[in-house]
């Protein structure tokens, strides 16, 4: 083990740290595209018995009409995020008129750019907002890619245990500032390391020959409508998935090397025009095409593996509440929808992953330089890619490393901190999570990836066809349990309060959009 980690476990060990972590919090946000039963992208607005998707707290869209997103709120354990999750499944898919959710992050049937609709919210200039930004988004990337989906996986640590573990680092900055740098140095770990993420959990080996259209490919065709890679992981955090791949020229450098260089970073790219985006009109028949020019248009546009935030005070920017309030929790955002599992992700896997966080949090984490990120990037596309090729090798301090070697080292290391979070229990559930994710670096037949493409050889089916079962199934065991009739008229009543603060907002909005747009970016 890293001496530094195993100095800090065994100090942590001495503590009534298992206690202390009880109070950490874990949500999730999960994203699901409607389709028709066909499998098609569903042409539907938003059903409005799901309330209004501007102010609902747990159903919303993301980039398009058809993408829904779940959002737990932040609970102590894993079982009642999961729980909320299954419920919000269940009431959605009481409220679906011929529809379905499609149980893998890739879609399929996707008849054209057109056939993507972009997420409506409203008349509000908060709504007009959010729309015009992803009219941007379709603008700058391409709509094809916005309607991936994915799992985001949001942590944070308790008062108590950032007391406890000051104490063990032995830091003498305010408590602002070691909470928010101890996540920004979690974060570069989670960046350095977390190539293995899509390694262990990555579900999108291969994706329908609609999502490429008539773009050039190096993948191998799969049987007439797919494409695959043999020892893909997960295509979607790969070159083909959601990137900002004009980031070089562009000139996006975001700095992880500090939180001020974080939020200074991204102040940058949202305030300097470029000049391929302003060739694109900034509003075209009434419509606003998109918020502006710049590199980025807001924050979220800069698409990362893992981000720091800050819960937001209305219309409040994210970097500017980075700079007043620090690191609130971590999002890691590189999760596929497991296909195999309903709600897309089961309680081993967040367990691995609050493990994996540990280790990054435990870990030293050095400041970047070029050569560094290049080789994270690197490392991701190569997993991404090639990730089940037993020759396959990363880039590591000036050097090559077999991927399988890197993770026992990474196993290893974190075998300190699942004792730790085991500590004291009846049931090792940690330690025994870890043991599982390792045994698919000895076996990558174990790997979602692999069990997907070993399925479609055995019932010789397309990508498709592999989709729209596993989205049936799943569809069969939420429409089995439905929910409560306390629940189902709690979801109903919040459906119709959202609905509620949606026209509150439209009817006190007393400036123009231009005016509102000035305002939110000129908030410093």
Not at 135 to 141: E, F, S, T
Not at 429 to 448: E, G, M, N, S, W
Not at 461 to 483: D, G, I, T, V
Request: proline letters at 5%; aromatic letters at 12%.
């Amino acid at each position: 083990m890293n001496p530094v980690i195993e100095k800090r476990v065994a100090q942590l060990l001495d503590s009534e740290i298992r206690q202390v972590l009880q109070g950490r919090k874990v949500g999730l946000e999960k994203e699901s595209l409607r389709v028709a039963i066909g499998g098609s992208i569903a042409q539907t607005p938003h059903p409005p018995n799901l309330g209004a998707a501007l102010t609902h707290p747990s159903i919303t869209t993301d980039y398009s009409e058809a993408l829904l997103e779940f959002v737990t709120p932040p609970f102590n354990h894993f079982s009642d995020t999961l729980q909320f999750l299954d419920d919000t499944h269940r009431f959605v898919y009481s409220q679906l008129d011929n529809e379905i959710l499609w149980a893998t992050s890739m879609p399929c049937v996707v008849e054209g750019e057109a056939s993507i609709p972009i997420a409506q919210y409203g008349t509000s200039n908060a709504a007009t907002m959010k729309t015009a930004y992803r009219r941007g988004l379709g603008h700058r990337y391409g709509r094809m890619m916005q309607v991936i989906a994915g799992v985001h996986f949001n942590y944070s640590y308790p008062d108590e245990f950032w007391e406890l573990y000051r104490s063990v680092v032995g830091d003498g900055r305010d408590r602002q500032s070691f909470v928010s740098e101890s996540y920004i140095g979690m974060v570069r770990n989670l960046q350095r390391f977390g190539w293995l993420v899509p390694y262990l959990f990555g579900a999108s080996p291969a994706i329908c020959a609609s999502f490429l259209g008539a773009s050039p490919t190096s993948l191998e065709k799969w049987f007439k409508y797919s494409y695959y890679a043999p020892y893909a992981t997960s295509l979607r955090v790969g070159d083909i998935g959601y990137q900002n791949n004009k980031e070089g020229e562009a000139g996006i450098k975001v700095d992880y090397n500090s939180l001020q260089g974080y939020v200074d970073s991204l102040a940058h790219a949202i305030s300097t025009p470029y000049p391929e985006y302003e060739k694109i009109d900034l509003v075209r028949d009434g419509k606003w095409q998109q918020l502006n020019a710049n590199i980025l248009q807001i924050e979220n546009e800069y698409y990362s593996s893992v981000r720091p935030k800050q819960i937001l005070q209305g219309e409040e920017k994210p970097s500017l509440a980075l700079a007043k309030r620090g690191v609130a929790y971590i999002e890691l955002r590189s999760l596929d929808v497991n296909a195999f599992q309903p709600l897309g992700i089961s309680e081993e896997q967040m367990r691995f992953l609050e493990s994996f966080l540990l280790f990054s949090l435990l870990s030293p984490s050095e400041p970047y330089d070029d050569t560094e990120l290049l080789n994270i990037k690197h490392n991701i596309n190569a997993v991404a890619q090639r990730g089940r090729d037993p020759k396959l090798k990363l880039r590591r301090a000036g050097g090559e490393v077999l991927l399988r070697d890197w993770a026992n080292e990474i196993f290893d290391q974190m075998t300190g901190g699942c004792d730790l979070l085991d500590k004291d229990a009846e049931v090792h559930y940690y330690c025994d999570a870890l043991q599982k994710q390792r045994a698919k670096i000895v076996d990558p037949d174990l790997t979602p990836s692999a069990r997907m493409l070993a399925e479609m050889v055995d019932n010789k089916e397309e990508f498709y066809h592999f989709a729209l079962r596993k989205s049936q199934e799943h569809q069969q065991w939420f429409a089995e349990r439905p929910l409560a009739e306390d629940k189902l008229a709690s979801f109903e009543q919040e459906a119709q309060q959202s609905i509620e603060r949606q026209h509150e907002i439209e009817s006190s909005d007393d400036i123009s959009f231009e005016t509102f747009l000035q305002n939110y970016f000129a908030q410093t």
